[in-house]
């Protein structure tokens, strides 16, 4: 017999997870033998990705900033599964204006996905980290359950054209840091990861890869402009922006013993890109 995988059995709910970092994530924890919920808006790529998966997995289709809907993967994960020990808050996406053009409707679309959702994901899945973390307290086991939340440099330094986007992703860092303390006693850790420029749709040419349905009428264009592309990759110090799978890394290490003592912290996955205002 091969020796233990290190997260075998564990199970892993990763909203976002049909592409992206999100995908790279599940396909990391999925090889080290958790058993994963793969939750997106696109059903079918969710499917695709599960399928090709070699360990258990479950699939969770809909709109997370929908009433009811972190409720029904939190369910659907405790269903198929049995529980939950790591819990992933990756799903988002940009609408980006500058200030004073931005509409009630786009300010609110990204507070509720990158706020918002986080939030319902962990209140959701409260009673599945927390009671058996009780129980296992109470028989002197010490074990470590986790929740990494995806946040932004344009959460924690701030980036002109993202002013919605920074304050909804800052807002996921408040939850984190707020939760860790709440959390701690019972070996819960909570972390945020903040990216700088990643290589997937988000940051991709605008125009070159398509819309995000938001499947209730509202289509938006992916992508950033290919001139603010450039500019920003000339201030990463590593020289080039990181793959999905080498951000998906510092998920991992988020979710894996080796953080275990890691906790209430942002980790920074940007190849040292530092957008300026730290405080
Ligand atoms: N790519 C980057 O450079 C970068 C930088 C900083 C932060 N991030 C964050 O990383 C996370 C992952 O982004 P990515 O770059 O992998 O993008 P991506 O578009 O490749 O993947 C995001 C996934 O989330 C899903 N999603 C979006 N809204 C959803 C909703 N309402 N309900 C359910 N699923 C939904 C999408 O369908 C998509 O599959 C996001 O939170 C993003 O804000 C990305």
Redesign the pocket.
């Known amino acids: 017999m091969g020796e233990a995988k290190e997260l075998e059995g564990r199970i892993a709910v990763v909203?976002?997870s049909?592409?992206?970092?999100?995908e790279q994530t599940v396909r990391k924890l999925s090889a080290a033998g958790a058993k994963v919920v793969v939750?997106?808006?696109?059903g079918d790529?969710a499917q695709s990705v599960a399928d090709s998966l070699h360990g258990d997995a479950a699939v969770h289709s809909?709109?997370?900033?929908a009433g009811g809907v972190c409720e029904q993967l939190v369910e659907a994960a405790v269903e198929a599964f049995g529980g939950i020990d790591i819990l992933v808050n990756?799903?988002?996406?940009?609408w980006d204006a500058p200030l004073h053009k931005i509409t009630d409707e786009q300010w609110e679309a990204m507070i509720a996905?990158?706020t918002t959702?986080p939030f319902r994901m962990l209140r959701a899945a409260s009673p599945y980290l927390r009671e058996p973390a009780k129980a296992d307290q109470a028989a002197g086991r010490e074990v470590f359950r986790k929740v990494v939340t995806?946040?932004?440099?344009?959460g924690v330094m701030g980036n002109a054209g993202q002013v919605a986007y920074a304050a909804a992703?800052g807002g996921s860092v408040g939850l984190t840091k707020a939760l860790a303390k709440e959390w701690g006693p019972l070996k819960i850790n909570v972390n945020a990861i903040a990216?700088?420029?990643?290589e997937?749709?988000?940051?991709a040419a605008i125009g070159t890869v398509g819309e995000?349905d938001?499947g209730d009428d509202r289509k938006l264009p992916?992508g950033i402009p290919e001139q603010a592309r450039s500019a920003f990759h000339n201030f990463i110090p590593l020289g080039r922006?990181a793959t999905?799978e080498e951000a998906a890394r510092g998920v991992y290490y988020l979710c894996s013993p080796g953080s275990d003592y890691v906790h209430g912290q942002v980790l920074g996955v940007s190849g040292g890109l530092a957008l300026g205002m730290t405080s």
Request: proline share 2%; aromatic share 4%.
């Open positions: 909203t976002g049909a592409r992206g970092i999100g939750s997106d808006l696109d790529l809909g709109n997370l900033t990756n799903a988002g996406y940009a996905i990158h959702v995806v946040t932004s440099l344009s992703k990216f700088g420029a990643i997937t749709r988000l940051t995000i938001l992916i922006p999905a």
